[in-house]
């Protein structure tokens, strides 16, 4: 197990902020992972998990206490078969994107849509990671996990992991760390009906449809390059934490209110925001849409230091020397005026370490 100390976190996220931990340990297998935990709360110090770090701020002062590295491998396939599927489980440190690059290749459909996330997979139950239509939840068979209060390794059935909308039980609570994750996927050369319009518009296909996983899967890549989704230490626009703000999701009645105020702002001839109603009654709509009608357009606050995607408003970034200060504020911006313009009040995605919006 590596310890380090007063090392920069801005090395560990894809935002590329943050100042220095007090103590960093890099844990490479289960048991490192849990000594590591077992011995921070014995001491009764602060600690902070960290994957990927594709989805957290850190404050310029660093993190006074110790982070725990979570840097396991290893893809085991429990089972394979065209009736069960494929039961597959992964290490939390695995990057993600290898997993579903793997999958692709195996016939294991499920999260093709997935493609070209960043992080960790021990984060993505995290925050029920979905795009394009998928959820890592209609996947998650069960996730191992350290209980920190009981002190035990536990493993929780999906139904227990609490999902919503990128939620979950482990997001609400530091109480349970994510060991492993257990997948079952269909066994097949498609991919998963096509839910989303563009992506199926991109693939020349009707929404519902079914492709060949690769073909899946590179249709979800060029969605997302276009976007600046996928990492890429030349395109400063990449410098993120993905979609900064979810989607707002809110009762008929409200929506219905927004849009009067919509139209009260834009004009009755104007644009309406996008409606996705759910089973529950309830009403989605786009963030986006909200920031860009907002007057924060692509390439909001450049020439930075931090500033909006110029290829996609929900993407809030690094332009090379912005400080974590310096993206907090920018956030800050974007959400207070949408909130002042439509009176919706977006809630950031990443989690932020040491400040605050």
């Avoid at 007090?22 to 048991?31: G, K, M, N, P, T």
């Avoid at 404050?59 to 494929?86: L, N, P, Q, R, Y």
């Avoid at 016939?107 to 890592?136: C, D, F, K, M, R």
Wanted: charge should be negative.
């Amino acid at each position: 197990m590596q310890e380090l100390h007063d090392a920069p976190l801005s090395d560990y996220t894809t935002m590329r902020v943050g100042g220095p931990a007090q103590r960093l340990v890099i844990a490479e297998s289960i048991d490192e992972i849990v000594d590591a935990v077992r011995e921070v709360d014995d001491a009764d110090e602060p600690m902070l998990v960290l994957g990927g770090g594709s989805n957290l701020v850190i404050a310029d002062a660093g993190f006074a206490g110790t982070v725990v590295k979570i840097a396991t491998s290893g893809i085991e396939v429990e089972s394979d078969d065209s009736c069960g599927g494929a039961m597959v489980r992964v290490a939390a440190g695995e990057t993600w994107d290898d997993v579903v690059t793997q999958a692709v290749a195996q016939g294991w459909s499920g999260i093709e849509a997935l493609s070209g996330i960043p992080g960790s997979a021990g984060a993505t139950p995290v925050q029920n990671v979905g795009a394009y239509g998928q959820e890592v939840a209609q996947t998650i068979a069960r996730v191992r996990v350290f209980d920190r209060q009981s002190q035990s390794v536990r493993t929780l059935s999906a139904s227990e992991c609490q999902f919503t909308y990128r939620h979950s039980l482990f997001k609400s609570s530091s109480q349970l760390v994510v060991l492993d994750v257990t997948f079952q996927f269909k066994v097949a050369d498609l991919s998963q009906p096509i839910a989303y319009a563009d992506l199926a518009a991109g693939l020349g296909v009707e929404v519902g449809a079914r492709v060949p996983l690769a073909d899946a899967r590179e249709a979800v890549l060029e969605q997302r390059r276009r976007r600046g989704m996928v990492l890429d230490a030349a395109d400063h626009d990449t410098w993120s934490c993905g979609s900064f703000f979810t989607n707002p999701i809110m009762s008929a009645a409200r929506f219905e209110a927004l849009e009067s105020r919509v139209r009260a702002e834009l004009g009755d001839d104007g644009p309406t925001p996008p409606r996705f109603p759910d089973e529950s009654g309830a009403v989605k709509t786009s963030a986006a849409w909200l920031i860009d009608r907002a007057g924060f357009g692509k390439g909001f606050g450049m020439p930075g230091p931090a500033a909006l995607s110029t290829k996609h408003t929900l993407a809030v970034t690094n332009r090379g020397s912005a400080t974590a200060a310096d993206v907090a504020a920018l956030a800050r911006q974007v959400r207070d005026g949408v909130h002042d313009r439509f009176g919706v009040m977006l809630v950031n995605e990443p989690v932020l370490v040491g400040h605050d919006l």
